[in-house]
């Protein structure tokens, strides 16, 4: 009977360890180098330049709805990030100030006054930084297969839980640089970013992150 | 001479008058009105909303549902939901709100505004029909309310939608080029309070 029982509990474990993996990937042994390596190649990056992909599935729905535009990142905290099909939407982000520029209206403001664009504002610097092992927002888990590293990060705050069940990294492990964001929201629809034709370190002027 | 004043008043602003006199009763006519109730799988619009001095923009898809029901979510462009609203033949739905968005005032005139737009419970049974020089009127009572749906003389072109009460016009919503069963484009203006919805299809 207890050996039955024993069994059943170590089935049940091994269940658990496997359904908490995500598929195609498995868990980073304890003495590994990702963060090393993670800090090394936020170090390298000075400039992103990229076109993006992005994909909204509104799941009971059965819908998607797709955007491109093209993607700016200079160090420390420059970002750039402009949509342009089907749409034109620009966000800038310069420091703590912040642009939005949609087709009608431009509107400047402080991250600072804005709880949730301040987290918004430190999960993109993060992403492309390198730094998101180290955001106390959230509680990060490694895994990797061949050609990627995932990082899943599961937020804290109860404030942040009502947007996310947890933000998916997807990091080329070549040069950790971001290949894909994935955001799973509590209702099960979820926005994916592909990150596209990527260029590290060239140039970029700072006119372009200009928050007027 | 100062109640006198505020007696004038008073008097002057009761017999405010309907913003429709202008109508003339028209003889029941066929029901072409029901020519314009949106038939649509599904439909993006870009979409901007005004109140009261704040701004919001984004996407606003809208679709019929293989039971029938229509699902209205609005996002803002990086994927952030604001809210998700089902319109069923028994009743109105709050799928989902965004906490700010989650007052009951908000919710309300945003299903009146869309449901409009969408003939949502719009029984064809009970239509005042008036007429002026060029448009024809059809009006639909909802509760001490009336939704004229209005078009060109000929009831070819849905034109616009008002909404009014006994005395005073409320809301406008502006309706241009039906395209796959929905207005090209729409616009929503509330003439009681700053709360203006602007709707333009994208292409997919």
Known sequence: ?212 | MRILLLISLIVVAGCRQSPYLFLSDATARQTCIETFRPKFKTVLYNSHINVVGKHLSGLLLIKTMPDSSKRVVFTNEMGVKFFDFEFTSTGFNVKYVIKQLNKKVVINELKKDIGLVLFYNLKMTDIKYQNSENELYFGFKSGKEINYYITDKNCEHLLKIENASAKKKKMTIDLTDYKAGLPDSVYITHHNFEFNISLKQIER
């Open chain 1, 1 to 212: 009977m207890i050996k039955k029982y024993l069994l059943l509990v170590l089935f049940n474990a091994f269940v658990m360890a496997i359904s908490a993996q995500p598929k195609g990937f498995t868990a980073l042994p304890a003495n590994n180098d990702f963060s090393v390596r993670l800090a090394d190649a936020a170090k390298r990056t000075q400039t992103i330049n990229s076109d993006f992909i992005q994909e909204k599935n509104l799941n009971v729905l059965s819908e998607t709805i797709t955007s491109k535009g093209t993607f700016k990142f200079k160090k420390t905290d420059k970002v750039r990030m402009e949509y342009t099909t089907p749409f034109s939407y620009l966000l800038v982000i310069n420091g703590d100030k912040v642009m939005i520029k949609d087709s009608q209206k431009s509107n400047s403001f402080s991250s600072r006054s804005n709880k949730l664009f301040t987290v918004i504002n430190n999960i993109v610097i993060d992403c492309v930084q390198g730094t998101a092992l180290d955001n106390k927002d959230f509680t990060a888990k490694v895994f990797k297969n061949e050609k990627m590293y995932l990082l899943q990060l599961e937020p804290v705050k109860k404030e942040l839980k009502e947007y996310f069940n947890h933000i998916s990294l997807y990091l080329d492990i070549k040069d950790c640089s971001v290949l894909k964001i994935d955001m799973e929201e509590p209702t099960g629809d979820n926005t994916v970013i592909n990150f596209i034709n990527k260029k590290l370190n060239g140039t970029i002027p700072d006119a372009d992150f200009t928050v007027n």
